[in-house]
């Protein structure tokens, strides 16, 4: 007789503990069942990982399923993993209904990563009991602490529990207790418990692996022969006591009066199920853990190759009751040794959780590499140059997140991934991409709206993360037929205000207000400006010309109420302005521009399921490009130069405030620098990491990336591979922000130092709105048509370094302060407009190449919501020149004595402040007059200050 079908004349039933597609549907399962007499299947995630992870034999319906619409990586795990698990399933379901439900069970695991989290553990195993949908299933909950109440609460409620990594005898013992109360509970409930079945698996091979080794341990440090001899006979037989001991304890429990009780009631036994029996030690029988552990109601779940060597040479007997007093002498034996099992068994569930869980990780990124590859052109690539040091470090840093399980704590909201603080209240924005999917109709009619309306501009008024976002998306789409133009007004700059008012017809404009805390100066002032304006301009209502996004309740809706706004759309108050684009604040002016928003989620999609949860930090572009930019800051490679095809250029813009807000405080930041030109390698100091955006093969830039890559310097390059992946391109960035802070050792939610510099202005304006006037300052020095300013320490410093009464001596005594490792900022309060903005980019450009400095070119008040926080919160590594200007004409503010160009001065001056009182080395320019000739001037006055 085949030994394997002998085994059930024993009470015992085999089971097959593998799992793999073909060799289902190739009928090998089947084949086992009616030749071997099979009565059972177990998966684990390892078995899940080699079936699944390591063979193509899944891909082609991977690639069907992606063809359906893009799924995350879990999602398409489980779509096999659970097919599979119901086809073994029906091969089996047959012998559950010969043995009337005694047997023929299939077993699939929760999440190893829920081993630890009994909450978890109970919606899972619901979940998978629902998704499999088949009464002879299993589900897997493991022994820990937290597993317990889990197996108790989830047999109360009828199902059926493999309890598997079991390795103690105590734990043993309160799993049974656990099914035994889980019973009681469904039977006094009216549940028919018959229908209830539940195995332990109690682990065998792994116990002595670990045994030995420490009994090799006692036998090389012995120094008697036979003390030595004595050790050598427990090798290879600690499991197998442990599991026979155990076994007692079942027969004692299922012999009381309490499980007689549930077994009138038609309650099935916990069988004991032997798992870990493959041998693993070669010195040892193949079939040692099948042949020594057979006896009645008990399971021995193999490997095929165990099965196919019992079939061959197994001899059947009942084993387990034999020699018991032997088996207790073993474990005596043990601990007179000074061996602790129960120490062992404590580690190998902690290791035994460990290791499922890097099967896990290791399948789940397999899953993930073949999702991005089956993707193709529908997810952009991202490649790493990053030289051995940097790569060596994000590779450490990968793999402690890995092993933290960091992924997964950062979208489960974990404050301790960063500083403990507030952090979990502020991440929202992690599943905003499926939450304004289903908004869509929304946002559709809203645009919609817009079209009809007939208006030919749209105006965003709004600071930071309510303007930047938009911004991209203004300047990354072409305006859509039928749909006004989209601007961006973020200046309290008169001349800039006046503008963009001429750029536009009042009577056929939307106005998009928009303010997360709806407290901000400038949305506010621009608000009032431009209401009136419209108001005095078309004698309409004006209301009608106007939209309002902001958190709900905030001044800003109540007045958007009283003005009867045309709608008010709500942002969300766990989503922080920067990172808000993918929500109301990015996605209404995106509406109203008519760009398809359907599109652009479901890219924005494809990059969230990339960087999901369930994808390893290996495999997680989002974890990757933070870990890297993390490591590089560590490293003193903390300026982010940010370079991008054409079309998405002010791509950098918005990352600007993402990083520098997000990263920049407590004396430490990322200090990211856009619309510096790529210059060759010898312009660069060793402080620099480059991240390129090439839109759809542009290569343009890519002779200046190699060649800063074989000098030395960190290159990453991100494959844009259509404009519409913006999208994508900001949860990228996102994530990788927020996993940069993690490194770096901050909140990525909080930007403290802006504060400082608003308190500051808003006692300027207050001092205005009482004296009419601003406090009176004293240059340093007139020449020319400019003015210079700085507190006293900076004056003195750089008088003692050789300023007397040319701007340029000034100049030249400030930047002789920058050293390496530097950077210097110009932060111009004038109007942002193209020969302004080339004007300052040229003398940026002439320090760099100079100094050989990372350089920031500025516009207040803009960056003061967003690189102002880093350069004020970040490490004093600036060095600032500040470059304000008379206004020609000024603008007044409707219900205030403060103009436009009152604000702004005030802005500017309580930016300095902060900067001087914080001991940065700072400098203003004052422009009188024409701002082109002034900055004409500046640019003259560097040019000597550098030669
Ligand atoms: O949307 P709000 O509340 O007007 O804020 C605008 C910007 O101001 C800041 O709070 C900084 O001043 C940014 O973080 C934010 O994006
Ligand atoms: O349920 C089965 C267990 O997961 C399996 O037997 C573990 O075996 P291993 O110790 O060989 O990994």
Not at 888 to 896: H, N, R, S, T
């Amino acid at each position: 007789m085949n030994p394997l079908k002998e085994l059930q004349t024993h009470g015992q039933s085999i089971w097959l503990d593998f799992l793999a597609r073909g060799f289902i549907a190739k009928g090998d399962l089947k084949a086992m069942v009616e030749r071997d007499g099979v009565r059972g299947v177990t998966s684990n995630p390892s078995i899940f990982e080699k079936a699944i992870g390591s063979s193509d034999e899944y891909d082609a319906t991977f690639e069907k399923l992606l063809k359906g619409g893009d799924r995350s990586v879990i999602d398409l795990y489980e779509a096999v993993a659970i097919e599979d698990i119901q086809n073994a399933a029906d091969v089996l379901k047959p012998t559950y209904d010969e043995l009337d439900g005694r047997d023929g069970f299939v077993s699939l695991e929760v999440s190893p990563y829920l081993a630890r989290d009994a909450e978890g553990t109970l919606t899972e195993a619901r979940r998978l009991w629902q998704a499999v949908g088949r009464e002879n299933l299993m589900v897997k909950v493991p022994g820990t602490r937290e597993g317990l109440p889990a197996i108790e609460q989830l047999t109360a409620e009828g199902l059926s529990i493999n309890i598997t990594l079991l390795f103690s005898q105590k734990v043993y013992a309160q799993v049974l207790e656990a099914y035994i109360s889980g019973l009681e509970k469904f039977a006094a409930k009216g549940g028919d418990i018959s229908k209830v079945a539940s195995v332990a698996s109690f682990f065998v091979s792994r116990i002595d692996t670990a045994a030995d080794r420490q009994i090799d341990d006692k036998i090389a440090a012995a120094n008697d022969e036979e003390r030595k001899a004595h050790l050598a006979t427990l090798k290879g037989k600690v499991a197998i006591a442990n599991a026979k001991l155990a076994y007692q304890h079942y027969k004692g429990v299922i012999t009381s009066e309490r499980w007689k009780a549930l077994e009138a009631k038609g309650a099935r036994v916990q069988r004991l199920l032997w798992a870990s029996t493959g041998t693993k030690n070669k010195a040892y029988s193949d079939v040692l853990y099948v042949e020594e552990l057979i006896g009645p109601d008990t399971v021995n779940t193999v490997p095929p190759a165990t099965l196919d060597a019992f079939r061959d040479h197994g001899k059947v007997h009942d084993t387990l009751e034999e020699n018991l007093p032997e088996a207790a002498q073993v474990l005596a034996d043990l601990a007179d040794a000074g061996i602790s099992l129960d120490s062992i068994t404590d580690h190998l569930v902690h290791d035994g959780v460990r290791l499922f869980s890097e099967a896990a990780d290791q399948l789940l990124g397999a899953v993930a590499a073949k999702r991005a590859r089956m993707l193709g052109k529908k997810i952009d690539t991202q490649a790493f140059s990053l030289g051995d040091d940097l790569t060596h470090t994000t590779k450490a840093l990968t793999d402690d997140w890995r092993a933290e399980g960091k992924g997964r704590r950062l979208w489960k909201r974990d404050a301790s991934v960063w500083t403990g603080h507030d952090e979990a209240k502020w991440l929202g924005w992690l599943d905003a991409v499926a939450r304004e999917q289903n908004s869509l109709r929304l946002y559709q009619r809203f645009a919609d709206a817009v079209k009809r309306a007939k208006f030919t501009d749209a105006v965003v008024l709004g600071m930071g993360g309510s303007s930047l976002g938009p911004e991209v998306l203004a300047t990354t789409f072409k305006q859509a037929k039928g749909f006004p133009k989209l601007h961006i007004l973020d200046s309290t700059d008169p001349a800039q205000v006046k503008r963009v008012e001429k750029s536009i017809n009042l009577t056929r404009t939307l106005f998009i207000v928009s303010s997360k805390s709806g407290g901000t100066t400038e949305p506010n002032a621009l608000m009032d400006y431009f209401f009136a304006r419209v108001e005095k301009v078309s004698g309409q209502q004006p209301g009608v010309h106007f939209v309002a996004v902001t958190d709900p309740g905030s001044s800003l809706e109540k007045v958007a109420h009283e003005r009867g706004f045309i709608h008010v759309f709500h942002g969300g108050p766990s989503i922080g302005g920067r990172y808000s684009v993918i929500s109301p604040f990015g996605l209404v002016p995106a509406a109203a521009a008519g760009i398809d928003l359907k599109k652009f989620l479901e890219s924005a999609g494809a990059m969230a399921h990339a960087c999901g949860a369930d994808v390893p930090p290996h495999e997680n572009p989002g974890i990757q490009l933070g870990l890297a930019l993390g490591a590089a800051a560590r490293a003193g490679r903390d300026k982010v130069t940010l370079s991008a095809s054409r079309q998405i250029e002010d791509f950098g813009a918005w990352t600007e405030q993402l990083i520098a807000e997000s990263t920049g405080k407590n004396g430490r930041a990322l200090i990211p620098l856009a619309d510096e030109p790529l210059g060759k390698p010898d312009v660069y100091g060793a402080d620099r990491v480059f991240v390129d955006l090439a839109l759809n093969g542009d290569t343009s830039r890519e002779a200046a990336l190699a060649a800063l890559e074989r000098a030395g310097h960190p290159v990453i390059r991100i494959a844009v591979t259509d404009a519409t992946h913006i999208g994508q391109e900001f949860f990228r960035f996102e994530i990788a922000t927020a996993v940069a802070c993690s490194v770096i050792g901050v909140n990525p939610f909080d930007q403290p130092d802006v504060e400082a510099a608003k308190v500051k202005t808003r006692e300027l304006t207050a001092a205005f709105e009482r004296d009419g006037t601003l406090p009176e300052e004293t240059p340093l020095v007139t020449d020319g048509n400019l003015s210079v300013y700085t507190d006293d320490n900076n004056a003195e410093a750089l008088r003692e370094a050789g300023a007397d009464g040319t701007v340029a001596s000034w100049l030249k005594a400030h930047f002789a302060r920058i050293e390496a490792g530097d950077y210097a900022a110009l932060l111009a309060y004038i109007d942002r407009n193209d020969k302004d903005v080339a004007a300052v980019q040229k003398a940026r450009i002439a320090i760099r190449d100079a100094k050989r400095v990372a350089t920031c070119a500025g516009f207040g008040p803009r960056f003061l919501h967003s690189t102002g926080q880093a350069y004020k919160g970040g490490p004093n590594t600036g060095v600032f020149v500040q470059i304000t200007a008379d206004d020609a004409k000024d603008l007044p503010v409707p219900g205030q004595k403060a103009s436009f160009g009152i604000i702004k001065a005030a802005q500017a001056r309580g930016d300095f402040g902060v900067l001087t009182e914080r001991d940065r080395r700072a400098l203003r320019l004052h422009i009188k007059g024409d701002v082109g000739k002034g900055l004409a001037a500046i640019n003259a006055a560097v040019a000597q200050a550098l030669s």
